[in-house]
């Protein structure tokens, strides 16, 4: 009796490992959020840099639509994970809901600061063509002639 009961504890306990395996599976999913989330972290960390920290501070868009081209790229794995794995993770609604409202804010500001910052480049190419055309600082075709100092006691 002795063998038939080792093998059914070891058929037992064979199962039960492949039946924890999907579990373990999925909340290792879970631990996935830590990492776009440092990531989002840092990526508003940049963000806010850019902005001096409170101060009045003129920002670069180019630098701006990158670091918020990544933070809309990562939220876009932040919302797909949400999709895939907040019921089984448990993750409260009111985290779910104020990641996605965020999203949507980036979403918009990226958009803006891309859009400024191709302004920006079709200003500077604009310029660069004025020059080598032989315009001015200012436009047009810039200062000409000659100017002499006055002669005698000022």
Known sequence: MLPIRSHLAAALAAAGVFMAAPAFAQSSGCGDAQKFLNERQSLIQQINKLGGNGKKKTIDPRTACGVFTKLVSNGNVGIKWLETNKTWCQVPDEFA???EEDHKRAVEMKGKACEAAAKVAEMEKQAKKERQNGGGLLGGGG????????????
């Open 97 to 99: 809901k104020g990641f």
């Open 143 to 154: 200062l000409t002639g000659s100017y002499t100092m006055p002669k005698g006691a000022l």
